[in-house]
């Protein structure tokens, strides 16, 4: 289909001047092109005359209506949102995204922004609709959901600019809802953990141990085999994560897969462990997965010598053992979460970033590291006794000279007049002398 020559048509309704022309439009329904009667708001009257608003409807009719996609719908206001995301958004962005993240941001997209926009004219979103959409997520969504559908939503219509589908960002300056739900928070103590692995077996402790001592995402850890192991060396190679059912040779940052220190106990009692493993898979006569023997063999296998799901893990065990000792949430994250928060007093914080393998220390100061109310009230006590000590002190909390009170501050200060004021005379009589000479 060629560009369009017609010029339209224009009237007055009210003080405005409305502009009307047809246009072939894809119907999102048949997926059919079909001809409609266009129209544009052009003005007011005492802006422009009727001959400029026809001048300018003319100008609209270019860039609202001449250009073909070459797939029966034409640029700019013939398609719809969920065409667009579709067949011009994902095609474009999914190429630099691995498989299971795709089927994330497409289940999200989807859910929070196409199942509202879809069949709405992509020109015909504006700000308002956008803003009060976001506004009516945070409501019932988390912090980071909101976030994220507010940074695809600015995506996609930034890429509809770029293709020159609609010629004005109305997501450009959306704002974040002001008061969005708290994220997760929780912390537990060194308490409430060595609880926690006081109550299970061998095979669930060790694995929490190595859990609550490095701080692995459940990805890493189920995805562990025999062959990461250097018992000699007390490390672990992470060559390997785990992801709904499948095995990945990459994880999360580019960090992720690297060897990590654990601890000469631990490494001891994997080894223990493996001996186990070794025996009871010798007894099995239905045993068909790769043994402790085997390099290949997962650390913590399943029942048939595969890798646990992390999922199912979390509901059988963590979820258990949180209720069984009342504990006010336990996953792996809040694991993580606490390591982060409690390992400050143990090492820095370049330290604490290396344990959770950050690739920024921001990462880990500003979201897993939380602050503890007995830690708030330690600082402002130390700060106070500082202020009230009697010998005074140094800015380091170290002894210093005592300071001088008030009075004999003042006392000092008119003592220390007079001889300046003598030594000034003596200065001027001096120089009198020397100039007479």
């Known amino acids: 289909m060629g560009n369009s020559h017609q010029k339209g048509w224009v009237r007055l309704r009210g003080k405005k001047w409305y502009g009307y022309f ?15 009667v266009a129209q544009v708001i052009l003005g007011s009257k005492p802006e422009m005359s009727k001959y400029e608003a026809r001048e300018k409807l003319e100008r609209e009719i270019v860039r609202l209506g001449g250009q073909s996609t ?5 640029v700019n206001g013939s398609v719809t949102f969920e065409w667009f995301v579709n067949n011009r958004y994902l095609p474009v ?19 929070d922004l196409v199942d509202t926009f879809g069949d709405a004219r992509l020109e015909n979103i504006d700000k308002f609709s956008l803003q009060t ?19 695809y939503m600015q995506a996609i219509f930034a890429e509809a600019v770029d293709q020159d589908f609609i010629g004005k960002d109305p997501a450009r300056t959306i704002k974040v809802p002001a008061h969005l739900k708290e994220t997760d928070k929780t912390v537990l103590s060194w308490d409430q953990l060595r609880a926690v692995l006081s109550k299970l077996e061998r095979r669930d402790r060790i694995l929490l141990e190595l859990e609550m001592t490095n701080a692995l995402r459940p990805s890493e850890l189920f995805g562990l085999k025999w062959k990461c192991l250097d018992p000699s060396a007390s490390s672990i190679k992470i060559e390997e994560t785990t992801y709904k059912g499948k095995i990945r040779p990459w994880g999360k940052t580019k960090g992720s897969l690297t060897t ?3 601890a000469s106990d631990l490494t001891e ?7 186990q493993c070794r025996e009871e898979q010798r007894r099995k006569k239905h045993w068909h997965g790769p043994t402790a023997d085997d390099p290949e063999g997962f650390i913590f296998p ?20 949180a209720q069984e000792l009342e504990l006010p949430k336990l996953t792996f994250q809040v694991i993580r979460r606490t390591v982060a928060t409690l390992a400050r007093k143990k ?35 130390s700060i106070h006794q500082e202020l009230t000590q009697k010998s005074g002190g140094t800015d380091d909390g170290g002894p210093g000279p005592s300071r001088p009170s008030v009075k004999r501050a003042k006392v000092l200060s008119f003592s220390t007049r007079k001889p300046v004021r003598q030594a000034a005379v003596e200065k001027g009589k001096s120089e009198a002398v020397f100039a007479g000479r």
């Not at 047809?22 to 079909?34: A, G, H, Y």
């Not at 070459?70 to 034409?74: A, C, K, P, R």
């Open 269 to 275: 009692e994997l080894q223990a462990w493996r001996e």
């Open 302 to 321: 399943g029942r048939n010598g595969g890798f646990i799901d992390s999922g199912n893990y979390r509901k059988r065990v963590l979820h258990r053992f």
């Open 133 to 151: 959409h976001l506004n009516r997520l945070a409501q019932t969504r988390s912090r980071d959901r909101v976030l994220q559908v507010r940074a």
């Open 347 to 381: 090492g820095d914080i370049k330290d604490v970033q290396g344990v959770l393998r950050h690739s920024r220390t921001a990462t880990t100061t500003d979201v897993y590291m939380q602050e503890l109310p007995e830690g708030v009230r330690a600082t402002v006590n």
């Open 70 to 74: 070459g797939d029966q719908s034409v």
């Open 260 to 262: 990590i220190p654990i």
């Open 93 to 111: 962005k999914e190429a630099d995204w691995r498989e299971e993240t795709a089927k994330v941001k497409k289940h999200l997209i989807q859910a």
């Open 22 to 36: 047809r246009r072939t439009e894809l119907d999102p329904e048949t997926n059919q092109s079909k001809l409609n």
